[in-house]
T-cell receptor, first 113, second 111 residues
Framework: EPEVTQTPSHQVTQMGQEVILRCVPI?????FYWYRQILGQKVEFLVS????????KSEIFDDQFSVERPDGSNFTLKIRSTKLEDSAMYFC???????????FGPGTRLTVT | LAKTTQPISMDSYEGQEVNITCSHN???????ITWYQQFPSQGPRFIIQ???TKVTNEVASLFIPADRKSSTLSLPRVSLSDTAVYYC????????????FGKGTKLSVIP
C-alpha cells in the first residue's frame, strides 16, 4: 500500500538554526499539507499546497516558514530561525484529486533546544 | 467552521461495541462529517466519512441523524489495538483544503 514518508524521524536543533523537514507524498497525489502537533495538544493545520503554490495557510505559518516542492517527489517544510515553541511533531499529508481522505506520514519530531 | 464536541475519554472492554458521539450543532449544508484515528506518535489515519444516514466500511460505521447535528462512530468488537484518539471533523468534504482537529476522544480498550 502506498504511503507518505518523512525524514528525519527526529531532529534536534538549536534555537535560531534553520531546519528542513522532508516528505515524500504518495506518487500520484496532487494536494500536499503540513500539520504540527505540540506534545499533548491537538493537531494544527499549517499550510496546504497545490499546483506549485500555497492554497491556504494558518496564522501559525508566518514568515519563518516556507514550503517547496523542489522536484516531482519531495515536499519540504523549512523553518528559517527556529524558536523553542517550534518544538512539535510535524506531519506531512497528501491527497489525490478525486479523494477526500488525507494520508498522513509518520511525522518528524522536532526538538529545539 | 462548525465546532465539534465529543467526550474527552472513554473506556471499553475488549470485544465490546464502542459508540463515540460527536455534536456539531452548527453544521452547514455542504459540510461532511469525517472521523480520523491517531495512535501515539503516529499521524492521523482516516476512518470514515459521511453526509447523512449511515455509512459502513470494513473498519467502522457512521450514523448521522436527519438533522445532522450529531454523528456517532461505531466500532464493532474493539480490541486492544483500537486504543487511540478518535477525532470528529466537520468540513466541506473533498473541497476542504485543511482539516481542523479538535481534542478528540481518547479511547482506552481494557483486556
Amino acid at each position: 500500500e502506498p504511503e507518505v514518508t518523512q525524514t528525519p524521524s527526529h531532529q534536534v536543533t538549536q534555537m535560531g538554526q534553520e531546519v528542513i523537514l522532508r516528505c515524500v507524498p504518495i506518487s500520484n497525489h496532487l494536494y500536499f499539507y503540513w500539520y504540527r502537533q505540540i506534545l499533548g495538544q491537538k493537531v494544527e493545520f499549517l499550510v496546504s499546497f497545490y499546483n506549485n503554490e500555497i492554497s491556504e495557510k494558518s496564522e501559525i505559518f508566518d514568515d519563518q516558514f516556507s514550503v517547496e516542492r523542489p522536484d516531482g517527489s519531495n515536499f519540504t517544510l523549512k523553518i528559517r530561525s527556529t524558536k523553542l515553541e517550534d518544538s512539535a511533531m510535524y506531519f506531512c499529508a497528501s491527497r489525490g484529486r478525486a479523494e477526500y481522505e488525507q494520508y498522513f506520514g509518520p511525522g518528524t519530531r522536532l526538538t529545539v533546544t | 467552521l462548525a465546532k465539534t464536541t465529543q467526550p474527552i475519554s472513554m473506556d471499553s472492554y475488549e470485544g465490546q461495541e464502542v459508540n463515540i458521539t460527536c455534536s456539531h450543532n452548527n453544521i452547514a449544508t455542504n459540510d461532511y462529517i469525517t472521523w480520523y484515528q491517531q495512535f501515539p506518535s503516529q499521524g492521523p489515519r482516516f476512518i470514515i466519512q459521511g453526509y447523512k444516514t449511515k455509512v459502513t466500511n470494513e473498519v467502522a460505521s457512521l450514523f448521522i441523524p436527519a438533522d445532522r447535528k450529531s454523528s456517532t462512530l461505531s466500532l464493532p468488537r474493539v480490541s486492544l489495538s483500537d486504543t487511540a484518539v478518535y477525532y470528529c471533523l466537520v468540513g466541506a468534504g473533498a473541497g476542504s483544503y485543511q482539516l481542523t482537529f479538535g481534542k478528540g476522544t481518547k479511547l482506552s480498550v481494557i483486556p
